[in-house]
């Protein structure tokens, strides 16, 4: 009978998004690997597009009025790689959020913790025939993927809403690994080896090869490879393999112009040029080689050793490396750098950017410190290979124990090198022009860990009108601090920007004839922060907050923290000798309404005595109590009361 009633109410209902309230539960996704906490009484409606949730108060989500959005995507292909940070990604969001209508940025921040990266952001804006709307948010990117979190709150709704939903996106955590990465980095470079063939086999006769790709595996490179035949679309002497386990390679002819990086999948044998693009190589040159180093940039030398190029994946960057052969400057040089001597151009690096080089020869290495360009005092001369030229390349790698072997492409063969006891040992036949491989570099490719904090506290934003919330132009800000005394004066457009300290306590005035000046105090954070600044217009009418100026409950009493409020009354005051104002005196709801109302004007009394005490006219100075008639904040509970326990003055004469 049960399961009757139950099919019958679903065939009514028709299948609807799955919703659950649960009150103040986790609510987590393994696979995103993530987890937050939600409130009690909210609920929770997962979207049809994966990733997509919403969590919200009230009856129906349409009618919210507070909600909070979690949107997991992929990072465009073009940006998944880069730093978003340093890209320019928290002033793009900041350039988005100014276009919205009457917009005052509360907060910008951003922060790297090296596994992921995120921009926190709050703001109130005009929405549409709905009064002022409240955002905060968080935009975290992790794995090439953007986890997207933000939270509304209407304008109507009480604190408490706000709140919720401040710790609801507070809570949210990356866990686990997370998605698969999408990242080149991260990628993880797998045990297979390459080499570009030199010769092939056609109609019984050996000729130039140059194009064919043959692949290895540590597990046992004595095996035959499997080929890869003339996947390249021209004759090439330089292999890298990236950390996303794909061959890249450029032409070896001796165009002497900017040639393009060609890029090959061995795992579906498809291939396309890169839009990098490397210099011209140079009169009489080939690019020769090519390696990757601990952060998978792929680097290309030419024959004379006397060009080396980087290509950052990530960055999409191409630079020169150098454009002399260090080795030039060791001792040891006349001994291979002869007329007629061979080349010591092919290359591979290690795990500690060490360029290390074969002298084509005997199979002798070499080695630089990439960083500085510095070669190593002495060659590093290896036993037991053939007596005789022909070593093309070098490529460093781990062996199926675990072990950093290194490859030589030889005479005819391949050799495997242990580097300790410098001694060689053939794996197999074969001539190669070049070697490819990173397993070696894997691990120190995918360890992040999260930079130092910035030794540099920068604060941006706009002076705004506090009614309009237009920008204020000349509005000019005092600030003062450890080993500050400045003074900054806004565009055109409002804007301001200054430098400090992290972690120290800076006092800002903000003053602007016609407006209130604002004196008020910051810590400012490590890194860039945006926030902006409103002055309250001293136009007749206007009712101007003096948010410090609150009492105890119950009582006529000033707490200690209204001082500074009252002193920027008092300055306003005497600055201004015409200037007439009427306080305006409130409560919040606790006790008799009329109790209320005669409290209300004793604290406007003791306000006054304040600023009579201190020298202004009593005439200049009217008075009204309201009570708990107009609340600023809701009275359900003792911490938003308090902000209902205030004064306020309206201006009324002489500006």
Aim: glycine share 8%; with cysteine.
């Amino acid at each position: 009978m049960y399961l009757k009633v139950l099919l019958t109410l679903v065939l009514a209902l028709g299948w609807l998004p799955l919703s659950a309230q649960v009150g103040g539960q986790q609510f987590s996704d393994a696979r995103a690997g993530y987890q937050l906490l939600y409130p009690p009484g909210w609920w929770v409606q997962e979207e049809a597009a994966w990733g997509h949730i919403t969590f919200y108060t009230g009856e129906t989500r349409r009618h919210a009025p507070a909600w909070v959005q979690l949107a997991i995507s992929a990072v465009p292909a073009s940006r998944k790689d880069l730093d978003l940070l340093k890209t320019g990604e928290p002033d793009s969001l900041w350039a988005t959020l100014r276009r919205l209508p009457q917009v005052r940025i509360l907060s910008l921040d951003q922060a790297d913790a090296g596994f992921y990266q995120e921009v926190r952001y709050e703001y109130t804006y005009k929405a549409a025939a709905a009064g002022r709307t409240h955002v905060l948010g968080r935009r975290l990117w992790r794995n090439g993927y953007e986890y997207r979190l933000e939270c509304q709150v209407a304008s109507a709704a009480d604190a408490r809403r706000l709140a919720e939903g401040r710790q609801l996106v507070n809570s949210f955590a990356l866990t686990g690994k997370g998605l698969p990465s999408r990242r080149y980095t991260d990628q993880g470079c797998d045990d297979k080896m390459y080499g570009i063939a030199a010769l092939r086999v056609q109609d019984d006769l050996w000729e130039d090869d140059c194009r064919t790709i043959h692949e290895f595996s540590v597990e046992d490179p004595t095996q035959p490879p499997v080929v890869h035949s003339r996947v390249l679309p021209f004759q090439s002497y330089a292999l890298a393999k990236g950390f996303d386990n794909c061959l890249y390679s450029v032409t070896k002819a001796p165009t002497d112009a900017p040639e393009y990086v060609y890029r090959y999948d061995p795992a579906t044998r498809q291939g396309r040029y890169t839009p990098w693009r490397l210099p011209a190589q140079g009169g009489d040159n080939v690019w020769i080689s090519a390696a990757t180093d601990a952060r998978g940039d792929l680097y290309f030398i030419t024959s004379d050793a006397g060009k080396l190029v980087k290509v950052s994946p990530t960055a999409n960057t191409v630079t020169t490396v150098w454009n002399a052969d260090p080795v030039r400057q060791a001792r040891y040089y006349p001994t291979i750098g002869f007329a007629g001597a061979g080349t010591h151009a092919n290359f591979c690096l290690d795990e500690n950017n060490t360029l290390y080089q074969v002298y084509s020869t005997n199979g002798t290495l070499l080695a630089v410190d990439l960083p500085t360009s510095r070669p190593w005092a002495d060659l590093l001369p290896v036993d037991g290979l053939p007596n005789k030229g022909g070593y093309s390349d070098v490529v460093l790698q781990l062996d199926a124990e675990g072990n950093r072997v290194f490859y030589l492409a030889g005479p005819k063969a391949l050799y495997l090198v242990d580097f300790e006891k410098r001694k060689a040992t053939k794996v197999r036949r074969g001539v190669y022009t070049d070697l490819a491989g990173c397993n070696v570099l894997r691990e120190a490719g995918r360890i992040r860990a999260a930079p130092a904090p910035p030794a540099t506290a920068g604060w941006r934003g706009r002076v705004l009108d506090a009614t309009t919330f237009r920008p204020l132009p000349q509005a000019r800000l005092h600030l003062t601090g450890p080993a500050t005394d400045t003074t900054l004066t806004a565009s055109m457009q409002g804007f301001f920007a200054g430098v400090g300290r992290p972690g120290q306590r800076y006092r800002a005035r903000v003053q602007l004839p016609g407006y209130l000046a604002l004196d008020t105090t910051y810590t400012l954070a490590p890194g860039p922060h945006v926030r902006d600044v409103l002055l309250q217009p001293l136009a007749l009418g206007s009712v101007l907050r003096l948010d410090k100026v609150q009492f105890e409950q119950g009582k006529a009493v000033l707490l200690p923290s209204s001082g500074p409020d009252l002193d920027r009354l008092l300055a306003l005051l005497t600055a201004t000798p015409t200037l007439t104002i009427e306080l305006r005196g409130h409560t919040d709801n606790v006790g008799d309404p009329q109790k209320n109302v005669l409290l209300s004007e004793q604290r406007v009394e003791v306000v006054k005595a304040y600023l009579v005490s201190h020298g202004v006219a009593a005439a200049r100075i009217t008075g009204i109590g309201l009570g708990g008639a107009e609340p600023r904040a809701a009275n359900d509970q003792e911490t938003t009361r308090r902000l209902n326990r205030r004064v306020e003055f309206r201006v009324t004469g002489g500006k």
